[in-house]
C-alpha cells in the first residue's frame, strides 16, 4: 500500500509537472505573441509618426518654396512698376503739349473757371504758351498739373503720379501678366 501511494504520488506529480510544463508552454507562447504584435504595433505606429513628420515636412517646405516664389514675384512687379513711372519722366510724348493742354484743361472744368494752376519747373512755359495762367510756385512732379480752387479747398490732382495711382492695380495687374504670364 505504501509503494501504491508512492506510485500513485509519482503519477500524480508527473500528470502536475506535464500540465505545468504545457501550461508554462502555452504562456511562453501567448507572451511571445503578445510580445510581437505589440512590436508590430509599434513598428507601425513609429512609420506613422515618421511618415507624418516626413509629410509635414514637405508641405512645410512648399509652403515656404511659395513665400520666397512670391516674394521674389513681388520684388519683380515693383521694380517693374518702379521702372514704369521712371519712364514717364524720361520719355514724354511727342504730344506732350496736347496732353498737358488736356490734363489742365479737365482740372478746370472738375474745380472751375478761376482754378489755380500748378505745375513743375520744366512745363511753366509750356502751361503759359498754351494759354493758361500758372502759379509762380511751382510742384514736384513728373508732369501733368494740380488744379484746385482760389481757397485751396477743392484739389484735382492731375499729375502723371496721381493717374498713375488710380490706375496702379490695373497696371500691376498687366505687369504680372507679362512677367508671368497670367493675371494675379
Known amino acids: 500500500m505504501a509503494e501504491e501511494i508512492s506510485r500513485n504520488a509519482k503519477a500524480e506529480a508527473s500528470r502536475i509537472e506535464k500540465d505545468a510544463g504545457a501550461k508554462g508552454e502555452r504562456m511562453l507562447a ?23 513628420e516626413r509629410n509635414e515636412k514637405i508641405a512645410a517646405a512648399h509652403l515656404e518654396a511659395k513665400r520666397i516664389e512670391s516674394r521674389a514675384k513681388e520684388k519683380a512687379i515693383d521694380a517693374a512698376m518702379k521702372g514704369v513711372l521712371e519712364a514717364t519722366t524720361h520719355a514724354r510724348e511727342k504730344n506732350y503739349k496736347e496732353h498737358l493742354k488736356k490734363l489742365i484743361s479737365e482740372g478746370i472744368v472738375e474745380v472751375g473757371k478761376d482754378a489755380v494752376v500748378r505745375v513743375n519747373k520744366e512745363d511753366k512755359k509750356l502751361a503759359h504758351s498754351l494759354g493758361f495762367v500758372v502759379a509762380d510756385e511751382p510742384i514736384d512732379c513728373i508732369g501733368g498739373a494740380l488744379i484746385t480752387s482760389p481757397d485751396g479747398k477743392v484739389v484735382f490732382d492731375n499729375t502723371f503720379e496721381a493717374n498713375f495711382e488710380t490706375r496702379k492695380e490695373r497696371i500691376r495687374t498687366e505687369v504680372h501678366r507679362l512677367l508671368f504670364g497670367k493675371g494675379k
Open 30 to 52: 501567448e507572451a511571445s505573441e503578445k510580445k510581437k504584435k505589440l512590436l508590430e504595433g509599434a513598428k507601425a505606429e513609429a512609420e506613422a509618426a515618421a511618415a507624418n
